[in-house]
């Protein structure tokens, strides 16, 4: 599957503008600036997946039969 098919239903959405920007202009520095930006990105979206799931799951044992 192609990127563009993954991401073309949300052509402004900024996670799409984001991996089709060129990166050949950036240094090295900037490189490593947005590695670690989007390591913290990562993080966070994984600390809020895990909160969701915990909430979820004490839904589903508070409402079991």
Not at 25 to 50: C, F, M, N
């Amino acid at each position: 599957m192609d990127e563009d098919d993954f991401f073309s239903s949300r052509p402004q959405d900024p996670l799409t503008l984001l991996v089709k920007q060129d990166l050949g202009p950036l240094s090295v520095d900037e490189l490593q600036e947005r590695i670690e930006t989007l390591k913290g990105e990562i993080a966070r979206i994984e600390q809020h997946l895990s909160d969701t799931e915990r909430h979820r799951n004490a839904a589903d044992e508070l409402f079991k039969k």
